[in-house]
T-cell receptor
Framework: GDSVTQMEGPVTLSEEAFLTINCTYT??????LFWYVQYPGEGLQLLLK?????DKGSNKGFEATYRKETTSFHLEKGSVQVSDSAVYFC??????????????FGKGTLLTVNP | DAGITQSPRHKVTETGTPVTLRCHQT?????MYWYRQDPGHGLRLIHY???????DKGEVSDGYSVSRSKTEDFLLTLESATSSQTSVYFC?????????????FGPGTRLLVL
């Protein structure tokens, strides 16, 4: 079945550091890929997405590129802020007709940014 | 923000009691979902709905039932709560059409089963 593997946390960085959170996936066909962010005490918010190979999703300074050859969708940000402290989830949607509304999530990566 | 509310936001109950969680949306979206979030597991799909009275099981449906009698409401019921159902429960919605796969989440319900 489909699966998503993301790097184990927690990740602790200083403000203005470069961030990478790795995400790889296993799926048949051509899934859509997502990054969601969860701030403390809140629900998940869509951060960015990509629906086909070589697409780059971007939002709030975060970027991720859909790499089909390496089945990856790594999240990056050039300069993190304290306000980026949150849990980040990578997810996929199989995009295979009738079941394309089911999301499969990774386990989440806790990011803490210190001033 | 998508118009999704969940009630209650927090609940403490005892083993063996029935519990119903409510998800309410004001977006008129066709699809609704219930997930549970547990440390080390990410989010796992419990049940989902693709229309009024149309529901199906997800990955971890044992011990849960759902109902959807109106577009805007999706109820999750624990028929007889167990300690293993202590979790944070999230509702999500998505619309039909070209952006069907993008889901929007509610604020969550924290359930403790003693």
């Amino acid at each position: 079945g489909d699966s998503v593997t993301q790097m184990e946390g927690p990740v602790t960085l200083s403000e203005e550091a470069f961030l990478t959170i790795n995400c790889t996936y296993t799926a048949t066909g051509y899934p859509s890929l997502f990054w969601y962010v969860q701030y403390p005490g809140e629900g998940l918010q869509l951060l960015l997405k990509a629906t086909k190979a070589d697409d780059k999703g971007s939002n709030k300074g975060f970027e991720a590129t859909y790499r089909k050859e390496t089945t990856s969708f790594h999240l990056e940000k050039g300069s993190v802020q304290v306000s980026d402290s949150a849990v980040y989830f990578c997810a996929l949607s199989p995009n295979s007709g009738g079941s394309n509304y089911k999301l499969t999530f990774g386990k989440g990566t806790l990011l803490t940014v210190n001033p | 923000d998508a118009g999704i509310t969940q009630s209650p936001r927090h609940k403490v109950t005892e083993t063996g009691t029935p519990v119903t969680l409510r998800c309410h949306q004001t977006e008129n979206h066709r699809y609704m979902y219930w997930y549970r979030q547990d440390p080390g597991h990410g989010l796992r799909l419990i049940h989902y709905s693709y229309g009024v009275k149309d529901t199906d099981k997800g990955e971890v449906s044992d011990g849960y039932s759902v109902s959807r009698s109106k577009t805007e409401d999706f109820l999750l019921t624990l028929e007889s709560a167990t300690s293993s159902q202590t979790s944070v429960y999230f509702c999500a919605i998505s619309e039909s059409g070209t952006d069907q796969e993008t889901q929007y989440f509610g604020p969550g319900t924290r359930l403790l089963v003693l």
